[in-house]
Antibody
Framework: EVQLVESGGGLVQPGGSLRLSCVAS????????MRWVRQTPGKGLEWVSD????????YYADSVRGRLTISRDNSKDTLYLQMNALRAEDTAIYYC??????????WGQGALVIVSS | DVVMTQSPLSLPVTLGQPASISCRSSQSLKHSDGNTYLNWFQQRPGQSPRRLIYKVSNRDSGVPDRFSGSGSGTDFTLKISRVEAEDVAVYYCMQGLQWPRTFGQGTKVEIK
């Protein structure tokens, strides 16, 4: 069974930083692209970032490029999202997701990030 | 960016009756590899999303056969043949053809 467990969410002040982690199990982590998708409370889904299976290729939404950085450690089966220069509009539930070409196979339970003073 | 437009945004349905959700993309989702990268996700209240359908019409294992996906090019449909109480959720389409990946606004299915 695929399991994706996020951690690292919390309350942070505007301009602050946070790092989300996602530990994966139940599949061969280094063979799959991984994704971050966020959801503003009470609203829809927004794709944030993708990373290739090897970590060589990364992709970002315009709204986060230059502030959020996706990375992975295949030796630890772990995905990361380093979040810098956070803004109020980054407040959301952040989902870690396992990807196959053109799709999202599985989702984590989500990590809540609140950006507020 | 590919814009995904769902309709309706709210869908009250009587138990046992069919339901249909439309998703339109601003450009064709057919890839040069021959696949069309249109997905459907279900998000029940208080839960994470889960995939129901990928590549237009391929149902995930464990998804009841009352769910079906169809369409091509820019027009796609998710159908529920007979709505059950457990189908109360928000349904999202998502294109996986190009970056940035984009989702529809979501359609809330509720029981009348």
């Amino acid at each position: 069974e695929v399991q994706l467990v996020e951690s690292g969410g919390g309350l942070v002040q505007p301009g602050g930083s946070l790092r989300l982690s996602c530990v994966a199990s139940g599949f061969t982590f280094n063979k799959y692209a991984m994704r971050w998708v966020r959801q503003t409370p009470g609203k829809g889904l927004e794709w944030v970032s993708d990373i290739s299976s090897s970590g060589d290729a990364t992709y970002y939404a315009d709204s986060v490029r230059g502030r959020l950085t996706i990375s992975r450690d295949n030796s630890k089966d772990t995905l990361y999202l380093q979040m810098n220069a956070l803004r109020a509009e980054d407040t959301a539930i952040y989902y870690c997701a396992k990807g196959s070409p053109g799709t999202i196979d599985d989702w984590g339970q989500g990590a809540l990030v609140i950006v507020s003073s | 960016d590919v814009v995904m437009t769902q309709s309706p945004l709210s869908l009250p349905v009587t138990l046992g009756q069919p339901a249909s959700i439309s998703c339109r993309s601003s450009q064709s989702l057919k890839h040069s590899d021959g696949n069309t990268y249109l997905n459907w996700f279900q998000q029940r209240p208080g839960q994470s999303p889960r995939r129901l359908i990928y590549k237009v019409s391929n149902r995930d294992s464990g998804v009841p056969d009352r769910f079906s996906g169809s369409g091509s090019g820019t027009d796609f449909t998710l159908k529920i043949s007979r709505v059950e109480a457990e189908d109360v959720a928000v349904y999202y389409c998502m294109q996986g053809l190009q970056w940035p990946r984009t989702f529809g606004q979501g359609t809330k299915v509720e029981i009348k």
